[in-house]
Each structure stands twice: as C-alpha cells, then as structure tokens.
C-alpha cells in the first residue's frame, strides 16, 4: 500500500502529483541520477573508443555490449524482483555500478584503458543496469494510488528519457576540457547518489513466487502471462519495432556529428542533450493528461511521430549542401535542423515510450510484474542493442541519414498496418480499456 501524501498543494500539482509521496519521490530522484551516469557513460564511451579506432562499428559494438544485458540478464532480475525485497535488489544493483565505474575511472586515468577493456566493462554496466530497470519499476505502482500510475510512469520516464539532457549535460565541460575520463569520474558521484536514496525508501514490496514450482518455471510465468495477454502482446511487440527501427541511433551520432555537422566530440553530447530535452517535454506534459480516449490518440500520433522525426535529423545534412549557401550558412542551418530533428525525437519516442509503460504497468498484476517487466525489457533491450550494433557497421559503408530515413519510413508503415490488431485499433481511438488481471 502506498504512504499518505504530503499534504502541500501547487500550481503544478496536475503534472507533478505523484512526487508528493515521499517513497515515490525517493526513487524518483535515484532512478534521475542513475539513469544521468547511463547516458552520460553511452557518449563517453562512445566518444573515447570513435577516438581511439576511428571506427563507428566499434562505437557500436561498445553500445551494443552495454545494451544486450537486458536479454541475458532481466529474466533473472525480473524473478528476483518478484522473490526478495524489490529496495534490497535496486539498491544491490546500484552498487555493482558504483563499483564499475571506479575500476572504469581508475583504467581511464592510469592510461591502460583500451577497447576491450570498454567493451567488457560496458557488459558489466549494463547488466546492472538491466537488472535495475525491471526492479524500479516493478516498485513503481507500489509507492502510488492506481489513479495516480500515468502520472508516476510518465516522471519515471522522465528520469530515463530526461536522462539524455542531464547526464551528458553534466559530463559536457569535462568532455571539453579534461576528455572522456574526467567524465566517467563524475558517474562516481551519480551511483552513490543512488545507492544512498535506494537505501532510504522504506515501503516493502514483493511479488509472489510458486514455491511448488521450479526457479525456471517461475521465471517463465512473467513471459506466460505477456503471450496469453492479447492487448500485452501486441503492445510489447510492436514496442520492439519501435525500439529498433527509430530508437537504436546512438551509435551512428559520432559519425553524424563528425562527418556531417563538421563538430567533434562535443557535438555529440550536444545531439544526446536535444533528445532528452525533446524527451522531458514530452514525460512532463502526459503526467497531466487524465483523459484515457486522449492517451489513445497521443499514442497513435507520437509512435507516427516517432518514425518521421529521424527523416528530419537525416535532412540536416542533405538540404544544407544541396542549397546555394555559403559553406557557415549551410552548417549553421545543418546544426539546427538536427537539433530540431533530436528535439522531435526525443519527444515523440519519450511520449511513445511512456504510454506503452504505463499500460503495461496497468494491466500486469502485481504477483508478477517483476517478471514482465524482465520479459519487456528482453524485448526492448535486446532489440536497441542488436540495431545499434548493426547501424553501426552499416554507418562504415552506408550513409548514417539512409539508415534514420529507412528504419524512419519501415515504422510509420508498420503503425498503419497495426491497425488490423483489433487491441491496438481500440487503443488509438479508445484508450486502454479497464480490464482485470487474469
């Protein structure tokens, strides 16, 4: 059962309801500070290993490594999740990165880091970071009322699309005047944020585990209950859709911020920050929406959104060099176009993102949701890294704007077919249907 609020009122009480429970409120800023270090790792990374080979495959590969734990690693935190205190695992997995990213900074500073040594250790982050992302947000609809879950999603989201503007804005002096190692040591202090908030949340939540059955099959109950579900089914696969056709485009912004906008390292933090501020727009505005017809079409619209805005980013480098301008006009029209093409992309993707977690957190009983939540995220995550590492290579031999524009245009086209699926056609036009956990 959730806390009592505080009892403070405001004129932003509509957007910012669910940060007046403390727990909520705990996890809200952890969740921040950790997600912050998650993205401001993906562009150090990025940025150190593109310096060190020259080579967007390898960029990529780094991405991918960072990424694919959310295959190998969330059925196992989705149980655990469900089987022990859901604090105690958030707070384990904070402290597994916490101590990454000391042995990562102490590498860096020492000079004996190399590119395996990045990819290795960004398995050993995002296997963390796996299991801490199922585990929140299976917490999440603990620390609220039920009214109040769109609300606390849509800020959740916030932290982990906002992220994007927050982390690499922290790291961008350190990038520009000390490199990627003074950055990663600034990820120190965001793991022991935390890890010292996760320890402070005091609401006890855990799921339910069949102890008749067998730890695997336990495990197996999470994926269950998604394919027997037919609205959880077609929402989750069409999310990997989304996730890889217009979402796995990280490890191509080295090569668009170098080889298209004329920037250096920089430029890529600076792409990453347009996303998240697109992104937080986007997360603050739908925890106002209540009405549930108007969530159903905000859907629809952003996931159309979300396979344009690519085409806009690809164009920012098209246009300018087919225009009769000189070479400073065309590059500062370039730089904004692009930033208008990451604001677009952040937002849509962020306002997509949003609304598929909090339907899924709707109708996904407590008893597992830990295990869902494993289950989506093996989905999602396996999808981002698999994409970010063939873009990659791909970006070695074929134009970065080719690869935005076709897995842009592939994704528009598969949201007008999804209208055959009767689940995702009420959705668009109804919103999510009340319905009771099997």
């Known amino acids: 059962m959730s806390e009592q609020p505080d009892r403070s009122q405001g004129i932003f009480s509509r957007y910012l309801s669910a940060l007046a429970y403390r727990d909520y409120r705990i996890l809200w800023v952890a969740n921040l500070s950790a997600q912050a270090a998650a993205w401001a790792l993906i562009v150090a990374r990025m940025e150190m290993t593109y310096a060190m080979s020259g080579s967007a495959g390898l960029a990529g590969l780094?991405?991918?490594?960072?990424?694919?734990?959310?295959?190998?690693?969330?059925?196992?935190?989705?149980?655990?999740?469900?089987?022990?205190?859901?604090?105690?695992?958030?707070?384990?997995?904070f402290s597994l990165n916490l101590v990454h990213n000391i042995i990562l900074t102490m590498m860096a500073f020492s000079g004996s880091l190399q590119?395996?040594?990045?990819?290795?250790?960004?398995?050993?982050?995002?296997?963390?970071?796996?299991?801490?992302?199922?585990?929140?947000?299976?917490?999440?609809?603990?620390?609220?009322?039920?009214?109040?879950?769109?609300?606390?999603?849509?800020?959740?989201?916030?932290?982990?699309?906002?992220?994007?503007?927050?982390?690499?804005?922290?790291?961008?002096?350190?990038?520009a005047f000390a490199g990627p190692k003074a950055a990663f040591a600034l990820c120190i202090g965001f793991y022991a944020l935390s890890l010292i908030l996760a320890l402070c949340i005091r609401t006890v939540s855990t799921g339910q585990i069949d102890p008749n059955k067998s730890v695997l099959r336990?495990?197996?109950?999470?994926?269950?209950?998604?394919?027997?579900?037919?609205?959880?089914?077609?929402?989750?696969?069409?999310?990997?859709?989304?996730?890889?056709?217009t979402m796995s485009f990280e490890s191509l912004l080295p090569v668009i911020s170098r080889q298209l906008l004329g920037a250096e390292g920089l430029g890529v933090s600076v792409l990453m920050m347009g996303v998240g501020t697109g992104a937080l727009c986007s997360s603050i505005y739908l925890a106002g929406v209540r009405d549930e017809a108007a969530r159903g079409k905000l859907f629809w619209y952003s996931g159309i959104l979300s396979g344009l805005a690519p085409c806009l980013l690809a164009l920012s480098a098209a246009i300018p060099m087919g225009m009769s301008l000189r070479h400073d006009q065309g590059l500062f029209l370039g730089v904004l176009l692009a930033l208008a093409g990451v604001f677009v992309m952040g937002a849509s993707q962020s306002g997509y993102m949003t609304l598929?977690?909090?339907?899924?957190?709707?109708?996904?009983?407590?008893?597992?949701?830990?295990r869902i939540g494993g289950i989506y995220s093996i989905h999602i995550g396996g999808t981002m890294a698999l994409v970010n590492l063939i873009n990659g290579a791909l970006a070695d031999y074929i134009n970065a704007p080719v690869i935005l524009i076709g897995g842009g245009a592939v994704f528009v086209a598969m949201m007008f077919w999804s209208w055959q699926s009767i689940s995702l056609r009420q959705i668009y036009t109804q919103g999510l249907r009340a319905e009771a956990p099997a």
């Open 218 to 245: 336990n495990m197996a109950e999470g994926a269950v209950y998604m394919y027997q579900n037919l609205t959880l089914r077609a929402l989750v696969l069409l999310t990997l859709f989304h996730c890889g056709l």
């Open 62 to 93: 780094v991405t991918f490594a960072a990424m694919i734990p959310r295959v190998l690693v969330t059925p196992i935190s989705g149980y655990l999740s469900d089987r022990y205190d859901r604090r105690k695992v958030l707070a384990c997995m």
């Open 115 to 175: 590119v395996w040594h990045l990819v290795v250790l960004s398995l050993l982050n995002g296997s963390a970071r796996a299991a801490q992302m199922p585990t929140g947000q299976a917490l999440l609809p603990n620390l609220v009322p039920r009214h109040l879950l769109l609300n606390a999603v849509a800020l959740n989201q916030a932290t982990q699309q906002g992220a994007r503007l927050v982390g690499p804005a922290a790291i961008l002096p350190f990038m």
């Open 356 to 370: 598929t977690q909090t339907m899924i957190q709707t109708i996904a009983p407590d008893a597992v949701r830990g």
